[in-house]
Structure formats: structure tokens, C-alpha cells
């Protein structure tokens, strides 16, 4: 295991690491407490198999690009601050393409996730809590590919305890109830917001829509079937222009 700590007495400090190899760690945890911190691209752990910085208050940026060994999937977890992660490049020792590759919990903060073009096998993003992802500090995740007959990846959502129809998605592709202002937050209409979640007179756990090239995914975290910025999430997939292409089959429902 390597521990790395982060810590400055100045404001809003980032440290910056471009060379750190530690090929034989298995796991390496950061603690960004008072600093943040940008693991650059000279970062090399080939044995990794579990990268934790959820105990940092500060951001993190890490570029993972190695050909890591793991063969049952890379754990990453964020913290509460704003995280980067790269895996332009990144493969692991996934035999095909329904084994895991990297299994990412962001935490809270607007983070960044770039996902491998192509993996060797599925990116699985886990979320636990409403504040990981919401309409003002949203993940944004780049690469996501929905494709089951590729290296599909998934959101996993098993932490909110969704059942029965609730395990599924309802698309409203182009709605003009739904906007993106200025400022990056995402709107939805005050008069769409009952039944925001209801398809048909059937309460659905997440609902989809795309805003010019992207796909913005809303989980109904408090199960009303409402609309509620302070209760519900939202996750922005860049480069998914077509909402519908986000169905059940890429949610982890349970």
C-alpha cells in the first residue's frame, strides 16, 4: 500500500505529481485534505487494484493510463471535492468484454470522468448518495458506451433500493421542459416536475433526455415520482445525443 498525503496552509493549492511509480502497489490511497492534488500522466501501478482518495475534501486529478494487470476489475473512489479522472489509454486484465475493467465511485462534487474509447471489458459508475451527482455539481462522464455488443458500461444505482417498475427508464429526448442554463444547471419546468418520473401512469426510477450532443440522466433518489433539485440527481453523459439510446440495460438497478 502507498498512503499519500496532500496538505498546504495556503488557499486553494494544487499539488502536482508527474512522475510516481509504484508498479508493485496493489493499493494507493490519497488524502487530499487541505490541497489538491493532479497525479499526472508519468503515474504507473500496474498491480493496482484499488485507487482510494474518498477520504479527501479537496480535488483530485489522476491520469490512469496504464496497462494494469487486475484481472477482477481497478476500484477507483473520489472524495468530496471535484475529481478528475482520466483513463485514456487504461486496459486491465479483463479476458473479454463482460468482465470488469474499472469500477468508479466518484463521491461527491462535480467530477470528470473519462472513460477508455476502448476497454477491454465494462466501466461500472457507482453512485451512494443524492449530493454525488446533482443539477448544479453533476458528474460528467465522457465515452459511455451503451452498446451491448461492445465493451458496454453501466451506472450502478443499487444504493437507492429501486424495485419493481421503478427498475426502469422513461426518455423524454427533446423535451422543452427540461433546459440547461447558463451557468451549467440543469432546469426542469416547474409545471413538469410532478410526475416527472411517471411514464404512462408508471413510476419509473430514472428518466432521460438529451440536450444537443449530450444525454442528462435524472434518478428519482426519493422515489416520489416527482421532480425535486434538493432530493434528486442528475448525471450529464457527454456525447450521447440520443437519449433513448440509455435504456434499463445500462442502469444496475439491483
Known sequence: TVNIGVTSTGTNITHEI???VV???????????TAGVDIKAGFSALALVLFDASASAKTVKVAFNDAYTATAGVAIKGGAGADT????G????AAVGTDLDFVITGGGGADTIKLAAMASGKDVIVYTAQSDSTNTKYDSITNFDATPASYQDYIDLKAFGFTGDRKGVKDIAGSANVTVGADGTVNVATAAQTNFFVDAGVARGVVTWDGGADTYVFVDVDQNGNYSADADMVIKLVGVADSSNITAADIIFS
Open 23 to 33: 508498479d508493485n502497489a496493489s493499493k494507493v490511497t490519497v488524502n487530499a485534505s
Open 85 to 88: 479522472f482520466d483513463f485514456t
Open 18 to 20: 508527474t512522475a510516481l
Open 90 to 93: 487504461a486496459t486491465t486484465g
